[in-house]
C-alpha cells in the first residue's frame, strides 16, 4: 500500500519505528498531536494513522482511548514494537561526560536503574526523538537524550549506550487506523475485534454482559474502562477480543452483550499479532 501515514512525535520516534515497521512502503508524515494524527486521515492527506495504546511498562496511553471513538476511523491492523531504548549525544562526547539526559515523561523512568547507576539526572522533554533532534541542531555536547537508536542515525548523534531500559521485556502496542473498514479480512491466524460499549443501569449489568463471552469460548483479552465527558455516573469500556463478528460463538456473546449495554460499537477487526511478538 502506498500513501502517508500519520504519527505523532519526531522523525525517529518509536511511533515513526513502528511506521517503518507496518508500512515501509509508506511515507511517514509526523504530527504534533494524536488529534493532528487523527485528523490527517479523517481529511484525506493520509490514508492511515499508527497510534500508540499501551506499554507493557507504563501502560495504556490514556488520550488514545478518548479519541479513538469519535475518531470516525476504523482499526485495521495492530504493531507491536520492542522498546529498546539509547542514550546518544554529539559525535566524540563520551558517557562521563553526560550528567542531564532528556526524554519524554514516559521514557525517563523506564531506565531509571542506569541513570542512577551512572549518575545522571533526567530533564523531561516534550518528545524524545525531538529532544535528539535539539542536541543535534544547537551541538550541545554535554547533554545526552534518551531515544530510540534510529533517532540517533537520523540527528548524526553517537550511540553511548544500548538497551538501557529497566525492563527487557518493554513493548508498545500500536493500532493503525483508517477511513475505511473491511470485516471481510481474515488473515491466516485468529482475527481480533475492538468495540467501545456502555452498560445499562441495572444490577450486575457488567457482570451479566460478561457472562456471554465465558459461555461462549470467546477469548477477552482486554477490558479497559473509563469516564464518558467528564461524569462518574457515565462509564465507557473498551474491549479485545479474540474472534471475528461473522464467528458463531462471537455472534452468540453480543446477542447476549446487547441486552446489558448500550451504545455498542465495533471500532476494528484486523489480523492477530502474536503476544509473543
Do not use: W
Request: glycine letters at 8%; aromatic letters at 8%; one cysteine or more.
Amino acid at each position: 500500500m502506498s500513501g502517508k501515514i500519520t504519527f505523532q512525535g519526531e522523525f525517529g520516534s518509536y511511533s515513526h519505528q513502528a511506521c517503518q515497521i507496518a508500512r515501509p512502503e509508506m511515507e511517514a508524515v509526523p504530527c504534533r498531536t494524536f488529534e493532528d494524527v487523527i485528523g490527517g486521515v479523517v481529511s484525506g492527506r493520509a490514508e492511515l494513522a499508527m497510534v500508540p495504546v499501551e506499554n507493557s511498562t507504563y501502560g495504556r496511553v490514556a488520550d488514545i482511548h478518548r479519541l479513538l471513538p469519535d475518531s470516525g476511523l476504523h482499526i485495521v491492523d495492530e504493531e507491536f514494537v520492542r522498546v529498546h531504548i539509547c542514550l546518544m549525544a554529539m559525535p566524540g562526547v563520551t558517557l562521563d561526560a553526560i550528567k542531564l539526559v532528556r526524554a519524554h515523561l514516559v521514557l525517563l523512568p523506564q531506565c531509571r536503574r542506569f541513570l542512577d547507576r551512572h549518575g545522571i539526572e533526567g530533564e523531561v522533554s516534550a518528545d524524545s526523538a525531538g529532544a535528539a533532534a535539539d542536541i543535534a541542531a544547537n551541538k550541545e555536547v554535554n547533554v545526552g537524550a534518551l531515544a530510540s537508536e534510529i533517532a540517533a542515525d537520523i540527528y548524526g548523534l553517537d550511540v553511548l549506550a544500548r538497551n538501557i531500559e529497566d525492563e527487557d521485556t518493554n513493548t508498545t502496542r500500536f493500532l493503525l487506523m483508517s477511513r475505511e473498514q473491511d470485516h471481510s479480512r481474515r488473515g491466516d491466524g485468529q482475527m481480533m475485534t475492538s468495540f467501545i460499549f456502555q452498560v445499562r443501569n441495572i444490577p450486575a449489568a457488567l457482570y451479566k454482559a460478561m457472562g456471554g463471552f465465558a459461555t461462549n469460548g470467546v477469548n477477552m483479552t482486554k477490558l479497559e474502562s473509563y469516564m464518558v465527558g467528564g461524569s462518574f455516573s457515565a462509564t465507557q469500556f473498551y474491549a479485545d477480543i479474540v474472534g471475528h463478528p461473522e464467528d458463531a460463538n462471537v455472534i452468540r456473546a453480543f446477542e447476549e452483550l446487547d441486552h446489558f449495554t448500550t451504545d455498542m460499537r465495533i471500532l476494528g477487526v484486523y489480523p492477530c499479532v502474536p503476544r509473543d511478538a
